[in-house]
């Protein structure tokens, strides 16, 4: 999508609309099928026609936004979901209310169970507006920042920039992430789980992988890598597990995204944060990393530049990934900045244009 122009708006209007058909239809039979069957292989096999839709569904998108957040939500989250579902294990239940099946199975959203709400938590639980509302605004905010900035950037050095292309990650994440909680929250009238902390203030491998960062695709890699190996092949072997799983299905998105063949920079990054990040916990254990505060994190984010920089963007620049999504972020921001003029006008708030 090089511009929202009329034919591109309808083609991805025309996608939107038959992935709002069939997502919830997938999740409706899936949900149906496994109130009938037990975890196991007869409810594997009753989910198993389900997949094929779910791995088609980015196809149908020319924009590269939203054709990654259909191979996130759907061809990884959705299915990831299910499999569990399958084996009776994962944030999905049969025994879920229809729309909330729908929903937690489709969309990357995590109820707070009943037992994480006590009277007694719930009056030092930030509010609603708090918790999505306000994520939303700041990152609108600041990803419009670093639109207008982006071409006064050319005397950065190239990690320099990237390390901006990094807040930028994050800030599109949170923005699309929070949208989505605050209006799933609004309609299920539940709380519901934050996806990021504070991942651009860590001073750990440990803490930003693990309790910063993506928490939904956390406990999944959690529930379905990470545990059955450990059980077997102790902690260490569980993390890379984890990691190699990760790292598979980044492949599998730069596949989705550039429509060329993987060529395992993505295995090859998460598999050197896995055995960074098993490194730093011996280190700290034997007490031979315990740095300042401040050097840690200066120390942690130039390690994520650099390896981000050289394995993680790399290959998606190589592929001209990177000018069509900066195009599609400029052309969304004129976007709503031109639909936000219009509905301000009646109010006299902004000028009429000639």
């Avoid at 963007?313 to 219009?342: C, N, Q, T, Y």
Wanted: charged share 15%.
């Amino acid at each position: 999508m090089q511009g929202l122009d009329q034919p591109t708006m309808a083609s991805e209007l025309r996608a939107l609309a038959w992935t709002a058909l069939l997502v919830p239809a997938c999740a409706w039979y899936a949900r149906s099928a496994c109130c009938r069957l037990r975890p196991g292989l007869p409810r594997f096999a009753a989910l198993l026609p389900t997949f094929p839709v779910f791995a088609c569904l980015p196809w149908l998108y020319n924009s590269l936004h939203l054709r990654l957040f259909s191979t996130f939500f759907h061809t990884w989250l959705a299915v990831n979901k299910l499999v569990l579902l399958a084996l009776g294990l994962g944030p999905l239940r049969p025994s879920l209310p229809l729309v909330p099946f729908v929903l937690c199975a489709c969309l990357p959203i995590k109820l707070r169970l009943l037992s994480q709400q006590p009277s007694k938590q719930s009056s030092s639980q930030p509010p609603l507006v708090a918790d999505f509302f306000v994520p939303c605004l700041r990152s609108f905010l600041f990803l419009s920042c670093l639109a207008v900035a982006y071409p006064h950037m050319g005397w950065l050095p190239i990690y320099g920039v990237h390390f901006f292309y990094c807040i930028h990650v994050f800030l599109t994440l949170d923005l699309v992430l929070s949208s989505i909680a605050l209006a799933s929250a609004a309609v299920l009238g539940t709380e519901l789980e934050r996806q990021f902390s504070t991942p651009l203030a860590v001073a750990s491998l440990n803490d930003f992988w693990g309790r910063q960062w993506n928490l939904m695709a956390v406990d999944l890699l959690r529930t379905s890598a990470y545990e059955p190996v450990r059980a077997r092949w102790g902690r260490q072997a569980g993390v890379l597990a984890a990691f190699l799983m990760s790292g598979l299905l980044h492949e599998l998105l730069y596949w989705y995204l550039t429509q060329q063949r993987p060529k395992g920079e993505m295995v090859l990054f998460f598999m050197l944060h896995g055995v960074s990040q098993i490194a730093e916990r011996w280190a700290r254990a034997a007490g031979l990393w315990r740095p300042p505060k401040v050097a840690a994190y200066l120390l942690v984010s130039a390690f994520m530049v650099i390896t981000i920089s050289e394995l993680f963007f790399g290959p998606f620049m190589r592929a001209g990934a990177d000018v069509r999504l900066m195009e599609e972020s400029a052309a969304m921001l004129e976007l709503i900045r031109g639909v936000s003029k219009h509905l301000l006008r009646p109010f006299g708030i902004v000028g009429s244009s000639k």
